[in-house]
């Protein structure tokens, strides 16, 4: 049996989340798909300690506000709550878990096929964002390291680590708040390609996201030269943060040149043994799913044009991050990508049926 629907989204995260709400409101046919058992997206798999960088009021999806939080920045805990009450507030059609394993063009619709049963849609929104799909340079030597090599997509808690002597490779807001988690247990080392760009004590992850706007409105307006330094990679100080840095901890060095089987080398040809790595090193696309569409590039990114497919005209894509919406990896971020979107599917579906 195949369901037959306007509208599939695959993904029931934050990208998902927020796609939801606007075909919700726009009357439109849709139902969403989620691998996981719960809602929270990639929330459900960050680590314990970890805060957002902004505050709730600058973390929210559309439609409803996130409640404030007892601290400055809301706990992972407290996202999983709100996202698992926003979509109960809203009574968005999910169903999980369901794995989608493939889509394909079928005559003029798109045929999602899942475990548990494939769909027939007019238009496909892709919204599966990153988590799933971690990324670890290939570092030379790095097959022959026997110490333990942990992402930040499965790191938990120091608590294994105690004692231990570990690299945590990779700059960012990650890199910073896992580094001074586990400074304070471990003899950490923070490896970054350059010195990391700190914001003041003062600002918040407010100002990374106004600059994200001002570069998506340069860039639509042809003014890119014009737009503002700095991103999403620049630091937040969050109080663990200071609280490193306060100990001496927060100090970053140039890569290691590679690996041996119980530590690194560096440049100047020193050795140093090491029991673990943390790679904070960011995520890829996850997107297997669109493979048999083979709309995707060398990178692995397919062309878009806004949120758009340029190889698929059935199919968008939201929550991927800058090429396909500034900030668009971000819970305040994504709105608006996810709000063009589905303005862009109801300008296709009337066409469709005319």
Not at 58 to 76: F, H, I, K, N, V
Not at 257 to 283: I, K, M, N, Q, Y
Request: hydrophobic content about 40%.
């Amino acid at each position: 049996m195949v369901t037959e629907v306007d509208v599939v989204v695959i993904g029931g995260g934050q990208a998902g989340l927020a796609t939801s709400y606007f075909l919700r409101r726009g009357a439109i046919d849709y139902i969403v798909l989620d691998d996981q058992p719960a809602p929270g997206g990639a929330w459900r798999h960050t680590w314990d300690s970890l805060h957002l960088f902004s505050p709730a009021q600058w973390s929210s999806l559309p439609g409803w506000p996130m409640p404030a939080s007892q601290a400055t920045y809301p706990s992972r805990d407290e996202v999983i709550d709100y996202l698992a009450k926003y979509e109960d507030r809203y009574r968005f059609p999910i169903r999980r878990p369901v794995h989608v394993e493939s889509v394909s063009r079928i005559p003029g619709r798109l045929l999602v096929r899942a475990r548990q049963g494939d769909f027939s849609a007019k238009a496909v929104v892709s919204a599966t964002g990153t988590w799933s799909a971690p990324y670890i340079p290939d570092y030379p030597g790095r097959a022959a390291f026997r110490g333990r090599q942990v992402h930040s997509a499965w790191y938990r808690n120091p608590l294994e680590l105690r004692g231990q002597n570990v690299l945590v490779v990779g700059g960012g807001n990650s890199g910073a708040q896992i580094l001074a988690e586990i400074s304070a247990l471990c003899n950490a080392t923070w490896v970054t390609l350059d010195e990391p760009a700190f914001l003041p004590d003062d600002v918040d992850g407010q100002v990374l996201f106004e600059r994200a706007t001002a570069r998506w409105k340069a860039a639509r307006d042809g003014q890119a030269g014009a737009a503002p330094v700095g991103g999403l990679g620049d630091i937040v100080m969050v109080p663990p943060v200071r609280a490193a840095r306060e100990r001496g901890a927060l100090h970053s060095v140039r890569p290691f040149t590679h690996f041996e089987a119980d530590g690194v080398v560096w440049p100047d040809g020193t050795r140093s043994r090491v029991d673990a790595v943390l790679w904070c090193t960011g995520f890829r696309p996850a997107l297997r799913h669109v493979d048999s569409l083979l709309i995707r590039d060398a990178d692995g990114v397919p062309r878009t044009e806004g949120t758009r497919a340029m190889g698929e005209p059935r199919l968008w894509l939201v929550g991927y991050g800058e090429w396909c919406g500034a900030a668009s990896a971000t819970l305040i971020g994504v709105m608006r990508g996810a709000r063009d979107t589905v303005r862009d599917i109801a300008q296709f579906l009337a066409a469709d049926e005319s």
